[in-house]
């Protein structure tokens, strides 16, 4: 028992300290997490929310990748809203990366809503900071 708190609380420390790179804080929660120590890689499963200053996100599964320092969030579909007063946005796709910059890519049938406009395409580009949107 005690060797089985000891790694849940290794795994706590590392994905905190692992996800600090990111320029604002974030939160993730979800039902399981594993660590996988030779690729760096923390997954996170099932009912999978991520909390920033500007977006919450919910998904399937998500990734998080100390060496490209991103966060890969899959779905059917990953969602994505606003978390910043001021701002409405709201979109989905198959997949969602998420940059510790918080610019995200919405990739496969991918769609979003911001303020008035709504876009849809295989990717879109959107930096819910300043509302810059692009699509491929």
């Known amino acids: ?3 089985k708190l000891a790694l849940l609380l290794f795994l706590f420390l ?7 790179d990111f320029k604002n804080d974030i939160k993730i929660s979800s039902d399981t997490i594993e660590f996988l120590k030779k690729s760096n890689q923390i997954n996170f499963f099932n009912n ?3 909390n920033s200053k500007f977006v919450k996100i919910n998904a399937q599964i998500a990734a998080y990748d100390e060496i490209e ?3 890969s969030l899959i779905g059917k579909p990953s969602t994505i809203e606003s978390n910043k007063d001021g701002s ?3 979109g989905k796709a198959e997949k969602i990366i998420f940059y ?3 610019k995200v890519h919405l990739i ?3 769609s979003i809503k911001y303020e008035n406009i709504s876009i849809s395409s295989n990717m ?3 930096n819910p900071e300043t509302g810059q949107i692009s699509s491929e």
């Open 1 to 3: 028992m005690i060797s």
């Open 14 to 20: 590392f994905s905190v300290h692992s996800l600090s």
């Open 48 to 50: 999978v929310e991520i």
């Open 69 to 71: 320092d991103v966060i």
């Open 88 to 90: 409405s946005f709201d």
């Open 100 to 102: 510790n910059d918080e």
């Open 108 to 110: 496969g049938n991918a």
């Open 124 to 126: 879109i580009i959107f």
